[in-house]
């Protein structure tokens, strides 16, 4: 049996209350709370082994550099890389993906050639590759989506042709949950010639991730939504790729040598991490994945009851509609309800004590598929309990009946 009360134990913020109910946080797509071990581990790294990495000979640096790559190690274990130059610490996932469209613009777009991305993506999995094809005279190729919520993968190769370049595509939906065949995607791609990059951000905490088997040319993942610190994430490539890319920013620690008459750049995967690293960052991430490594198995059957058990009840209520209905779904469930705007349906339940997320969340492509200006989403964790399901279907029954008067 999955023991969710001591997991909650594990979680301090769960134990607040929110105007004076106990907080149910059903925000988990958009961040994701901290286990006490994460916290401890980095508020003891400032206590007590704070110093700057690689570039000193002091103990302390010494030992904050051992740390630092021994994270890279957790997360090249993590999520099966060959080796740990094909882990990059980054920002985050956005800046992963601008990295990678910026290199890439660098290195392989020309005028005429195209980007294929899904009409699903989020924000930062679309913006960037527009930038990329507004500087390079690029084109933007869109994969659809049904009603259902389901990527219509057999019409990539409608998309595909001598002048596509790159494919960007999640391994998971923030709004539908939905989890595209990237089998089939990446299979189809790589036939043709083309690389792909997948956004693993929500993904890759309901599931994990085998880059190898997966066999994308790239993947990248936020550490705040994987229970770690905010300001740090993961840009994985394949070595072939990394090698030839040129880097993405310039500065201190991505070089090997600097003369005004040129600068020859450090080995993999130094060369794109330029500046100061987030070392506290890394080393939270990877206490985070420490602390899901030692979790059962079966946390991922807890979240699809989770999410089975939220869209039971959410279809009994009247004139409600639950937006993705692929089988392949995560544990996100969004909709919106006929006589309720979804702003006022998430003020209610935030007087409740529930957090949900309201708007486009920054998938605006999405919400015109749709024909609307947002839905009210809830997206669940491994801390969440069925009790808290039935109070945010509760407090959702009793936001239709205020605002249908």
């Known amino acids: ?92 996932a956005t800046a992963g993906i601008n990295a990678v469209a910026y290199s890439f613009a660098e290195h392989c777009i020309r005028k005429g050639d195209n980007v294929v991305v899904s009409e699903m993506e989020h924000h930062s999995n679309i913006v960037p590759w527009q930038l990329l094809c507004e500087r390079r005279g690029a084109a933007l190729r869109v994969l659809p989506f049904n009603d259902e919520g389901e990527l219509e993968t057999e019409k990539l190769g409608e998309l595909i042709d001598a002048h596509t370049r790159i494919v960007a595509v999640t391994q998971m939906s923030n709004v539908l949950g939905t989890r595209p065949d990237l089998s089939q995607i990446i299979r189809d791609a790589h036939a043709a010639g083309v690389p792909v990059l997948v956004d693993g951000c929500q993904g890759i905490v309901h599931g994990g991730m085998d880059v190898q088997a997966l066999d994308a040319d790239f993947y990248l993942f936020s550490g705040h939504k994987l229970y770690g610190p905010t300001g740090i994430g993961v840009l994985y490539g394949k070595e072939e790729w990394l090698e030839k890319l040129p880097p993405f920013m310039g500065g201190g620690e991505m070089v090997k040598t600097v003369a005004f008459t040129g600068t020859t750049y450090a080995d993999l995967p130094l060369k794109f991490e330029a500046g100061t690293a987030n070392y506290i960052g890394a080393i939270g991430l990877s206490e985070a994945i420490s602390y899901l490594q030692g979790l059962d198995v079966a946390v991922i059957g807890h979240e699809e009851n989770l999410l089975r058990h939220a869209v039971e009840r959410l279809r009994n209520l009247s004139g409600v509609r639950i937006y993705g209905s692929s089988p392949a779904k995560g544990p996100i469930v969004s909709f919106t309800a006929e006589g309720a705007h979804h702003y006022d349906i998430g003020m209610i339940l935030d007087k409740l004590g529930v957090a949900v997320r309201t708007g486009t969340h920054c998938a605006e492509p999405v919400m015109k598929h749709y024909g609307v200006e947002g839905m009210c989403r809830a997206s669940f964790a491994l801390y969440n309990t069925l009790q808290e399901v039935d109070i945010f279907i509760d407090g959702v029954e009793k936001a239709l009946t205020m605002l249908r008067k």
């Open 1 to 92: 049996m999955f023991n969710v009360e001591k997991i909650r134990s594990d979680f301090p913020i769960l134990a607040r209350t929110v105007h004076g109910k106990p907080l149910v946080y059903l925000d988990n797509a958009a961040t994701a709370q901290k286990p006490a071990a994460v916290i401890d581990r980095t508020a003891g790294l400032m206590r007590e082994l704070n110093a700057n990495i690689h570039r000193g000979v002091h103990f302390m640096a010494e030992e904050s550099t051992v740390l630092y790559e021994a994270a890279r190690e957790t997360v090249r274990h993590f999520i099966n890389a060959r080796s740990t130059c094909e882990v990059v610490f980054t920002s985050g």
